[in-house]
């Protein structure tokens, strides 16, 4: 089985551009999450899907991240305008659903804004 | 929103000695606990995980964790590492349907051999 998918893996953005990056999830999974990974913070949510509608999104990012699911099989992150400090790994995930759930991670699009 | 705090960025120890990796939780509820590892160029995988039950759960490859809900904790323990166990380990928690689990920064274990 395959799973989850993350498309472009490297991405390098001047400041200023616009970058969307791309995700299909585990076939089947119901919940969809994208994640901000950087060494001193972690894991950071940036927006939660149940079932394609949004459920959630980390308030400190709703400014210039947007993220979508324009199917049950596709979801897209757009960083617009990127800055420097939006450096770091961004990991989508998937899951069947519910909290006791297993979630499944993509290996990441390493963004480097210059 | 629940959160999570690893006090540990990194630890070090030689290979065949004991581990224990910290995490502590904080919600007001019953919270869903996990442990996922994640090796160099890898996405994060399952190591274990604990809702309800027997406190102390297993997990893949030796590691077991407890939970302890007096002090909001859910440490990760191992009796004998290996060189392959270096890797950086993530705590989460999940609280109610509707909220996306949230993760700790990370403890980062090298295994000396």
């Known amino acids: 089985d395959a799973g989850v998918t993350q498309t472009p893996r490297h991405e390098v953005a001047e400041k200023g551009q616009t970058i969307i990056l791309k995700c299909e999830p585990v076939s089947g999974h119901n919940d969809l999450f994208w994640y901000r990974q950087t060494k001193i913070q972690g894991l950071e949510l940036l927006s939660y899907?149940?079932?394609?509608?949004?459920?959630?999104d980390g308030g400190a990012f709703k400014d210039r991240f947007k993220a979508e699911m324009l199917n049950s099989s596709f979801s897209t992150l757009k960083i617009q305008p990127t800055e420097p400090k939006d450096s770091a790994v961004y990991l989508c995930?998937?899951?069947?659903?519910?909290?006791?759930?297993?979630?499944?991670f993509g290996k990441g699009t390493r963004l480097t804004v210059v | 929103a629940q959160s999570v705090t690893q006090p540990d960025a990194r630890v070090t120890v030689s290979e065949g000695a004991s581990l224990q990796l910290r995490c502590k939780y904080s919600?007001?509820?019953?919270?869903?606990l996990f442990w996922y590892v994640q090796y160099p160029r890898q996405g994060l995988q399952l190591l274990l995980k604990?809702?309800?039950?027997?406190?102390v759960v297993q997990g893949v490859n030796g590691f077991e964790a407890e939970f302890i809900k007096s002090n909001s904790s859910f440490h990760l323990r191992k009796a004998s590492v290996h060189w392959s166990d270096s890797a950086v380990y993530f705590c989460a928690v999940s609280a109610s349907n509707n909220n996306a689990p949230r993760f700790g920064a990370g403890t980062k274990l090298s295994v000396k051999p």
């Open positions: 899907f149940r079932s394609k509608s949004l459920m959630e």
């Open positions: 919600y007001s509820g019953t919270p869903y």
């Open positions: 604990y809702y309800s039950g027997d406190p």
């Open positions: 995930a998937s899951s069947f659903g519910g909290p006791n759930t297993e979630v499944f």
